[in-house]
């Protein structure tokens, strides 16, 4: 397939570095300023290790590694997901996040549409990374 918009290896992916296992994290942490965090606190996909270790200039910093720049409505999703996982000790699937963002950040917010606007591509992996949680459990 050929024409404009078709991703190409360079365009599909944030990096190419493979971990131990040979697994391709999501996103290279090792662009991420050292001031920030170090790559031994996050694992093999880019997970935060401890959610002690998050703050919101990490999340500033690891959305710039991922080419995305976060604002105050950004930040409003990350800390609902924040407060989901601390209530629940879970991350949710991304149908029961989008309710979730409806019941407590209001329109347009419960809409699946909106979460893919703000977080393109793999919404609830961005959320989870930049929020220093757990992989979402339907992330591949």
């Not at 050292?34 to 290790?49: C, H, I, K, Y």
């Not at 703050?55 to 409505?73: D, F, K, M």
């Not at 961005?126 to 459990?137: D, M, N, T």
Request: glycine share 8%; charged share 20%; aromatic share 8%.
């Amino acid at each position: 397939m050929t024409g404009t918009g078709v991703n190409t290896p360079a365009t599909a992916r944030q990096t190419s570095v493979t971990d131990a296992q040979g697994a391709t994290p999501f996103w290279d942490v090792a662009r991420l300023d050292p001031s920030l965090a170090a790559p031994a606190q996050f694992d093999s996909e880019g997970f935060l290790r401890d959610l002690a270790d998050w703050s919101p200039a990490l999340a500033h910093g690891i959305a710039r590694c991922l080419g995305q720049e976060l604002t105050p409505e950004h930040e409003a999703v990350l800390a609902a997901c924040r407060d989901f996982h601390a209530r629940y000790q879970r991350m949710p699937t991304t149908r029961v996040f989008v309710k979730y963002l409806g019941e407590t950040l209001g329109p347009p917010h419960g809409s699946s549409m909106t979460l893919m606007q703000l977080f393109p591509d793999t919404p609830m992996r961005r959320v989870a990374l930049c929020a220093g949680l757990p992989k979402p459990p339907n992330c591949f």
